[in-house]
């Protein structure tokens, strides 16, 4: 470590729809200034729309969940989470992974209940599986035990602000990209 050393990145790229439009506008051969050959509050859509759609395919707005199971319920929103990596039961000092099966193979489990185990392990779920809207555990829980969803999530507010900073430098190319990819079609280019 270096005293008095800055660490903050001095060349980051991409941080507002604004950087966003004037490198569509370069890439297009087109002057950054020129604001009628398509208008900003236009390319500000494009740019929104490539972000929703790259984001949960590249898995881009990282973020961790943590959540109480609560007795006899299997179902807990998801709120803002587009998709899981991982699942963790967490109780006392122990840590354990919950895997994922998909509903219709659950009748196949060994276990069926969390009813009356004296081992924490086999008194928690023991696996999972989940739509847009929600996580489902089974067996059912019956503890209040800690739960931490890792996964990747919505950009937020970004249909009010225009800073997009939020996105990982390493997936903002892609969003560029795709957005040039748009507005291309868009002007039939």
């Known amino acids: 470590y270096n005293v008095g050393c800055d660490t903050t990145p001095t060349g980051d790229f991409l941080l507002t729809l604004g950087n966003y439009r004037d490198q569509i506008k370069r890439k297009m051969g087109i002057a950054t200034t020129n604001t009628t050959w398509m208008a900003d509050t236009t390319l500000n859509e494009i740019m929104r729309e490539a972000i929703v759609t790259v984001n949960p395919i590249m898995r881009g707005y990282k973020t961790t969940k943590v959540m109480v199971s609560h007795f006899d ?79 990747w999530s919505k950009i937020p507010n970004i249909t009010v602000v225009s800073s997009v900073a939020q996105i990982p430098q390493r997936y903002r190319v892609a969003v560029l990209k795709y957005a040039t990819f748009l507005v291309a079609r868009a002007k039939q280019h």
């Open 73 to 151: 319920s299997s179902d807990y929103p998801l709120d803002s989470l587009v998709g899981i990596s991982a699942v963790l039961w967490h109780k006392n000092d122990t840590a354990r992974s919950i895997p994922y099966l998909a509903r219709e193979k659950w009748a196949t489990l060994a276990i069926q209940n969390t009813y009356g185990g004296s081992d924490p392990y086999l008194e928690r779920p023991q696996v999972y599986d989940y739509t847009d809207n929600e996580i489902s555990f089974f067996p059912v829980p019956t503890s209040e035990d800690t739960i931490k969803i890792y996964g």
